[in-house]
């Protein structure tokens, strides 16, 4: 944290205190005391004063969080990259709530690799193929694979049938998420999201699905898919919003990342991975209730 070159405050403690108004102001001294923040010349005294321009370091505190009781699994491992595959409930980064309890600090510990990053990123809820950097110099060109769209990828997910639905479909519609808003919505306007979306086998009145994106908007295959009126099973947000507890591991998502396909940016080679986990509805109906 950088400390403004101006202010009229006497001592660290002090603007640290306006600074963060969400901690408590006891706990910032507390951590001062401790030797938690540190400056260029080692630990901050409670008593220090403010100087200008200068930086101090500290961890932030990290919440309770729920174990998400499923390993991550590691598909692929080389000096540039590594792809594994998430499992439900574990988010990919940390955010908010969830710090500890996230794909990248998992894997930075068991692979003792601490400057791993990652090349994109799967909702918590999303199981599947999740890619990571393992030397900071080639980050960049790896994510802008992503952001450039030159990786395939491929989604399976179990939704109901619907016989009067026309399949395979291209489905091209605007979708937004407003800050603060936890849904996107579906908005007339210029198309900003684009799925192919096929059947690949159904039994039962259930489907197993194959979704293709072409962009990769906020929540795009659950909002197509609840549009097309075959929500994803196990979908909390579409297409009606459910209330569900953090340690609440029933029921997942039936959404899976199944493939990733690209030419790698540092060998030139076609690299393509594919998810070894299954979905529980279709691998195991009777569990669901199907």
């Known amino acids: 944290m950088r400390l ?102 998992r894997l930075r510990r068991q692979l003792g690799i601490p400057e791993l990053s990652p090349a994109h990123r799967l909702d918590r809820v999303t199981a599947g193929l999740l890619m990571f950097v393992v030397r900071p110099e080639l980050r960049g060109r790896y994510q802008t694979l992503f952001r450039d769209r030159l990786v395939v990828k491929e989604y399976e997910a179990v939704a109901p049938v619907d016989p009067g639905l026309a399949l395979p479909v291209v489905v091209r519609s605007r979708i937004v998420k407003e800050r603060g808003v936890i849904t996107a919505q579906e908005v007339p306007g210029v198309v900003n999201a684009v799925t192919r979306v096929e059947l690949v086998a159904s039994r039962g009145g259930l489907g197993r699905y194959r979704l293709v994106p072409e962009t990769g908007r906020t929540h795009q295959l659950r909002v197509h898919m609840a549009g097309l009126g075959v929500p994803i099973l196990g979908d909390d947000f579409y297409p009606v919003l459910r209330e569900k507890a953090l340690d609440d591991f029933s029921r997942p998502l039936q959404l899976l990342a199944r493939v990733l396909e690209f030419v790698d940016p540092v060998s030139g080679v076609l690299r393509r991975f594919e998810s070894g986990l299954g979905l529980g509805a279709w691998e195991s109906p009777g569990e669901w209730g199907c």
């Open 4 to 105: 403004p070159e101006v202010g009229a405050w006497a001592t660290v403690l002090e603007h640290l205190v306006e600074r963060l108004p969400r901690v408590d102001p006891a706990r910032i001294e507390g951590m001062l005391r401790e030797g938690r923040i540190v400056g260029v010349d080692g630990p901050v005294a409670v008593d220090a004063p403010y100087v200008p321009g200068s930086f101090v370091w500290f961890h932030r505190d990290l919440p309770e969080e729920v174990p998400v009781p499923f390993e991550v699994g590691v598909v692929h491992r080389d000096s540039d990259i590594v792809v594994v595959d998430k499992p439900h409930f574990l988010a990919s980064i940390p955010r908010g709530r969830h710090v500890v309890e996230t794909a990248l600090v």
